[in-house]
């Protein structure tokens, strides 16, 4: 009992430092809170100016024990719509993307960045970034993935606080909160340029061997 307490310490004192002083606890107390009830708790947020063009608020959606998490950099048109993310025509890319390396999507937590939709999709701005980072940072401390996986440059230069191109990102792995994390084409990307799926695929089987390894 004592290690979980010590555990259950540890955690709140994350959540602090990530810069949220608030949490929901679950009727039972002695779980941590699982991700469908912290949705619900933050889907009215007011943290930044997203929320004004926001249609449904874009938490995630996933295994809770997943080994890998999938982030990109915010929703989409159809992703506000739906509340669910990654379900157009990027949505679907990503689908067959991790069909080819023998992962199913419902064994992984998708999610992204920033969690409402920027107007006409332009990039995340960094206060917008800061505002909803604590939000990803909780998700990840509960579902303690082994990799993570980020989807563009948008979402590799707001974790990995690093001005890199997308090759030079794409050249090693990386570190964010302790876990290995690597960095590919955003879907979107790869529809416009199908070119470039053939580099993806170097660095999903890299992913592939790593996450085959545990």
């Known amino acids: 009992m004592n290690r979980e307490l010590d555990c259950f310490r540890q955690y709140l004192e994350y959540l602090k430092l990530s810069g949220i002083n608030e949490v929901f606890i679950s009727k039972d107390s002695s779980e941590l809170p699982v991700l469908s009830e912290l949705q619900s708790r933050y889907q009215n947020c007011r943290n930044c100016v997203l929320n004004?063009?926001?249609?449904?608020?874009?938490?995630?959606?996933?295994?809770?024990?997943?080994?890998?998490?999938?982030?990109?950099?915010?929703?989409?048109?159809?992703?506000?719509?739906?509340?669910?993310?990654?379900?157009?025509?990027?949505?679907?890319?990503?689908?067959?993307?991790?069909?080819?390396?023998?992962?199913?999507?419902?064994?992984?937590?998708?999610?992204?960045?920033?969690?409402?939709?920027?107007?006409?999709?332009?990039?995340?701005?960094?206060?917008?970034?800061?505002?909803?980072?604590p939000y990803l940072d909780e998700q990840l401390a509960i579902i303690k993935p082994d990799f993570l996986l980020l989807l563009g440059k948008v979402a590799a230069s707001a974790l990995l606080n690093m001005k890199l191109t997308l090759a030079e990102f794409r050249e090693n792995t990386h570190q964010y909160k302790g876990i290995k994390t690597y960095v590919t084409y955003h879907p979107s990307a790869l529809l416009r340029n199908p070119g470039w799926k053939k580099f993806a695929w170097i660095d999903l089987q890299k992913l592939r061997d790593d996450y085959n390894s545990i």
Do not use: W
């Open 52 to 133: 004004e063009n926001r249609i449904k608020f874009v938490y995630g959606e996933g295994s809770e024990r997943a080994k890998l998490v999938l982030i990109g950099e915010g929703p989409g048109h159809d992703e506000n719509v739906t509340g669910r993310p990654f379900v157009g025509r990027a949505g679907q890319l990503l689908t067959k993307m991790l069909q080819a390396i023998q992962i199913r999507r419902e064994d992984v937590y998708i999610t992204n960045v920033v969690k409402c939709r920027p107007p006409n999709n332009r990039n995340p701005f960094p206060d917008e970034i800061k505002a909803c980072l």
